[in-house]
């Protein structure tokens, strides 16, 4: 069972839909703040089209078309292999499952303060960096680790 935490309208659980929402949409601004998008890499299909693109230059040309399609294959696949998406957007498809293991990691960092909505947890951990870096750790440590996600930061 989760424990306790005190919130802006006293006691609550951890796990409470209301809490997890005002947690999400904090990761969200912070994302967005930060111009975070992540890209999960697709190793296997960029090595797919590497190595049909050899057997088919191969097939064709020879000795130098396994060379051609080789690079070529490998060309294309580096290009479609990661496709980099808002971290808002990733956050919001993630499964119910992986949205609440972020949630408490997240709320780890949150839980001792006291809130009453999204817009006053996101205005505090906005004027606290250090609380905001260590957020910012979590969720990529999270999207890195849980998601195999590539990220990176800059509008």
């Known amino acids: 069972m989760a424990s306790p935490i005190r919130t802006g309208t006293g006691f609550g659980d951890a796990g409470m839909p209301v809490r997890a929402d ?19 890499a ?26 051609v ?13 990661e496709d980099f998406k808002p971290v808002p957007q990733v956050l919001m498809e993630l499964p119910a499952a992986e949205k609440q293991k972020l949630c408490a990691e997240a709320m ?11 817009a006053e947890l996101i205005k505090f951990v906005m004027s606290n960096s250090f609380i905001r870096d260590k957020l ?18 800059g509008k």
């Open 22 to 40: 005002d947690v999400m949409a904090l990761l969200s601004h912070v994302a967005t703040v930060k111009g975070m998008k992540a890209a999960v």
């Open 108 to 118: 780890a960092v949150v839980q001792n303060f006291d809130w009453k909505d999204a």
């Open 136 to 153: 910012l750790g979590v969720l990529t440590t999270f999207l890195s680790n849980e998601l195999n996600a590539q990220v990176k930061y």
């Open 42 to 67: 697709n190793s296997g299909r960029g090595a797919m089209l590497t190595g049909a693109s050899a057997f088919v230059g191969g097939m064709l040309g020879g000795p130098p078309g396994i060379a």
């Open 69 to 81: 399609g080789g690079a070529l294959g490998g060309l294309l696949g580096w290009m479609t292999s």
